[in-house]
């Protein structure tokens, strides 16, 4: 994987490159810096330290890394923060910039970051966190390294509060639906309607006043079909009673026991068998197997017109990892895998199903991570780092290979 957020203590981390927060003079600091210092010998890296001399912040040099589990410690010097009027982001950016491009120049294949200037020097972890990604993405988008975002505590890791906000009342809303599903003991009938006639014609005060989740999870449910049921109407009291002149689906085409997968697919119910059941045998059956998880992925980078590296990438997965995946037409992904993958190709929700379908794999709606990830998708957000940050905060595994 091209980009881990890990909880650890970065003395602890393996890689080539440990970056510290350093002091500006020479001299032990506290925090990171400290542990560092500690950790890896504290005369021997003192030493070390004084000939690289005083450091500007902004700046990275490097020292052997003596009994840490690296070859090098880069040292870089954050600023202090001063409420963010006196340059104090771009010296961060130049903190990250400047210390994968020395990892690169010492020929590192990994390097850990802690969230730079965090601690004692009270720079705000959300800014931390996004300016971070920015520059890390940015490095991987010209280079290969694995880079690891180590954070020591998890309650201190910050991202857009609107944003967490937001993901909250999606998971909420639609297991809200699923648990009025279950307890109402469906099926449920589904009614045909207009689909030509959006949501807002029907229902406009939705655009005023309702949440965008709210509102694009109603809108699915109002052009593929109307919930019949007196509990879910009073849940939901926008929904209204069709007209009874309106088209309506024949019955015949339902069984009893025909549901919508809700609130997932909300697909239609399959009106025929793919193969007539007593006419074809199964060798017969068997010859007509659809393409792979492989072929299918590489048939859609073609048609987006993508390169394996732009792919890859986006998807944070390493080169080696994906170059086992074009060689391989037997290819198992993992689900994590597969999900970056579809994320690196913009897929909407029911690509990416059809995508995973192919792995033998599903969208749970008991799992929250999956829930998370829908959510990213409806609301078109394709950043794999961003997405990551979100599943981390949760406490949920990250994207990618």
Same mark, same amino acid.
Not at 173 to 181: G, P
Not at 190 to 209: F, H, K, M, V, W
């Given at each position: ?299 859609? +980078? ?70 998370? +990830? ?28």
């Amino acid at each position: 994987m091209a980009l881990q957020i890990i909880r650890n203590n970065i003395i602890n981390v393996e890689a080539d490159a440990i970056v510290n927060t350093a002091n500006p003079a020479v001299g032990v600091g506290r925090g990171v810096d400290s542990s560092v210092y500690r950790a890896a010998g504290w005369e021997k890296l003192l030493e070390a330290r004084k000939k690289i001399g005083e450091m500007s912040p902004g700046e990275a040099a490097w020292t052997p890394a003596f009994d840490l589990h690296a070859k090098y410690i880069i040292h870089t010097v954050g600023p202090a923060w001063r409420g963010g009027g006196y340059g104090e982001r771009e010296t961060v950016a130049k903190c990250y910039s400047r210390s994968l491009e020395l990892a690169a120049e010492l020929g590192c294949e990994s390097i850990a970051f802690p969230l730079i200037a965090t601690g004692t020097y009270g720079f705000p972890k959300d800014d931390a966190l996004r300016i971070a990604m920015a520059e890390i993405s940015s490095f991987l988008l010209e280079n290969e390294m694995e880079v690891l975002l180590v954070v020591y505590d998890r309650e201190s890791f910050e991202v857009s509060g609107k944003l967490f906000a937001d993901i909250k009342s999606y998971i909420g809303d639609n297991e809200a639906m699923y648990e009025l599903s279950y307890r109402s003991y469906m099926p449920i009938k589904t009614y045909g309607r207009n689909l030509q006639e959006s949501s807002a014609e029907r229902i406009p005060e939705l655009n005023a006043s309702e949440g965008s989740a709210r509102r694009s999870f109603l809108d699915r449910i109002l052009n593929r079909g109307r919930v019949e049921t007196e509990e879910a109407r009073s849940a939901f009291p926008e929904i209204q009673e069709a007209d009874a002149e309106e088209e309506s689906v024949d019955y015949d085409l339902f069984s009893d026991e025909d549901t919508l997968d809700f609130p997932g697919s909300l697909s239609m119910p399959s009106y025929a068998p793919a193969f007539p059941t007593q006419e074809i045998s199964l060798d017969e059956r068997l010859k007509h197997l659809d393409k792979t998880f492989q072929e299918y992925l590489f048939m859609l +980078i073609d048609r987006r017109g993508l390169t394996d590296p732009e792919v890859y990438k986006k998807a944070n997965i390493d080169r080696k990892h994906f170059s086992k995946i074009r060689s391989n037409v037997d290819y198992s992904p993992s689900k994590k895998t597969a999900l970056a993958l579809a994320i690196a190709l913009e897929l909407s929700l029911d690509e990416t199903k059809d995508l995973l379908a192919r792995a033998g794999l599903a969208l749970s709606p008991s799992m929250m991570s999956d829930r998370i +990830i829908e959510y990213c998708i409806e609301t078109s957000n394709y950043d794999i780092y961003e997405i990551n940050c979100i599943l981390f905060k949760y406490d949920q595994p990250t994207l990618g290979a």
